[in-house]
């Protein structure tokens, strides 16, 4: 089974400044996708970035990026020039290539975004 | 498009209650899955399927059954609920594996649940 730890319940920046969640996970398989989800107030889950196992590059989306370490397990989000908006819980996610392509979660990271 | 929608929004239950739960996605989607969320916790799976007629079990799967009758409904029971059932209970569809965008799972707004 897999599992993802996220060892950060919670974080806060300055807004405009740069932030980074850690996000480790631990699998025996080879092809996978990870991804970071974030939840607002309002409850609804909204993908913010996704990569592929087999993909060296780091994804990026605009002000987010990720560091990708797939020996190390390690898959960290990093919000650039922090926005208000980004205050939210950040969940990291594991996926991989079977029958069902479920996802497994971290806890969750709380982040505030301080004005 | 609405996406997935979730109904009831929030629901008040007394121990022993029974009631169902109702996801229904308009993309035509082929998986689709039941999460709980506990008070500062992640999303833990309940039951999913990954077609009409098809259901399996997911992490945490006891206390509650499924069904999915039709493509595009995907039904969460609690035959006789306990406080432990308390939680947010998310909905998510994902198209088949094959298709454009196949890692992606759109999930619904959430169902409060509270079980007294």
């Known amino acids: 089974a897999q599992t993802v730890t996220q060892s950060q319940p919670e974080m806060s920046v300055q807004e405009a400044e740069t932030v980074t969640l850690s996000c480790t996970y631990d699998t025996s398989e080879s092809n996978y996708y990870l991804f970071w989800y974030k939840q607002p107030p309002s409850r609804q889950m909204i993908l913010v970035i996704r990569q592929e196992a087999y993909k060296q590059q780091n994804a990026t989306e605009n002000r987010f990026s990720v560091n990708f370490q797939k020996a190390a397990k390690s898959f960290s989000l990093k919000i650039s020039d922090s926005q208000l908006g980004d205050t939210a819980m950040y969940f990291c996610a594991f996926m991989k290539h079977d029958a069902g392509n479920m996802l497994t979660f971290g806890g969750g990271t709380r982040l505030m975004v301080k004005p | 498009n609405a996406g997935v929608t979730q109904t009831p929004k929030f629901r008040v239950l007394k121990t022993g209650q029974s009631m169902t739960l109702l996801c229904a996605q308009d993309m035509n989607h082929e998986y689709m899955y039941w999460y709980r969320q506990d008070p500062g916790m992640g999303l833990r799976l309940i039951h999913y399927?990954?077609?009409?007629?098809?259901?399996a079990k997911g992490e945490v799967p006891d206390g509650y059954n499924v069904s999915r009758l039709k493509k595009q409904n995907f039904l969460l029971g609690l035959e006789s609920a306990a406080p432990s059932q308390t939680s947010v209970y998310f909905c998510?569809?994902?198209?088949?594996?094959?298709?454009?965008?196949?890692?992606?799972?759109?999930f619904g707004p959430g169902t409060r649940l509270t079980v007294t």
């Open positions: 998510a569809s994902k198209i088949h594996p094959r298709g454009a965008r196949r890692d992606e799972q759109y």
């Open positions: 399927s990954v077609g009409e007629g098809t259901t």
